[in-house]
């Protein structure tokens, strides 16, 4: 004996509105995942590009923890400067990097432990430097003027140097700074 289906029709609104509702999801997921997509695929974003737009969020300001002396050979002194000291793997690291400015008369000491061949890059640094490279005699061995910000370029000591210090582009010219001439420290 057959039974005979009764229609109900508060069954089918539901059926019909949960249909709906996948259908809406599907459609949904489908133009996030083509919008995601086409964002990822529309134009690729280069590693420096990513890191400086970074660094416009990071700032770091100059703390100083000591005095640096630019002398010539006979031991008159050139010019001074107040100076930050990166004497620990992490702080010779980082650097002067996200830097957006410095005074004239600051800069950057790293300190290492030997006297050896150093390189030093300008990767994440915004501010264009001059690199001095210091032996352990504590004179001036090699001069990279004016290192372009964010490049990723090597600028190798010519010397063995024990030493190093960044100051602002141009700070080397300004006050005839020149390999040959020495450098004294003290810290705060």
């Known amino acids: ?15 019909n509105r949960l249909m709906q509702i996948v259908v ?7 133009l996030g995942y083509l919008v995601l997509s086409n964002l990822l695929t529309s134009k690729e974003v280069s590693n420096s590009e990513v890191d400086k737009t970074m660094n416009s969020k990071i700032t770091y300001t100059f703390q100083k923890e ?9 031991g008159g002194t050139i010019s001074k400067i107040d100076i930050e000291i990166a004497d620990d793997d992490t702080q010779r690291q980082v650097g002067l990097m996200m830097r957006r400015n410095m005074k004239l008369d600051q800069g950057m000491l790293f300190l290492f432990e ?21 032996n352990s005699q504590k004179e001036i061995v090699t001069i990279y003027k004016n290192a372009k ?13 024990q030493y190093v210090v960044e100051v602002n582009a141009g700070y080397t010219d300004q006050f005839g700074i020149n390999e040959g001439d020495k450098v004294v420290w003290r810290r705060d």
Not at 1 to 15: D, I, L, S
Not at 24 to 30: E, R
Not at 66 to 74: C, R, Y
């Open 66 to 74: 000591g005095e640096l002396v630019f002398a010539n050979s006979n």
């Open 114 to 134: 030997e006297e050896t061949y150093q390189s030093f890059w300008m990767k994440n640094t915004i501010l264009p430097l001059d690199i001095i490279y210091v």
């Open 1 to 15: 004996m057959a039974k005979n289906k009764v229609h109900n029709p508060k069954k089918q609104n539901n059926k």
């Open 24 to 30: 809406l999801l599907v459609i949904a997921a489908s």
């Open 149 to 161: 910000p964010y490049s990723e370029e090597s600028l190798p000591s010519s010397k063995p140097a």
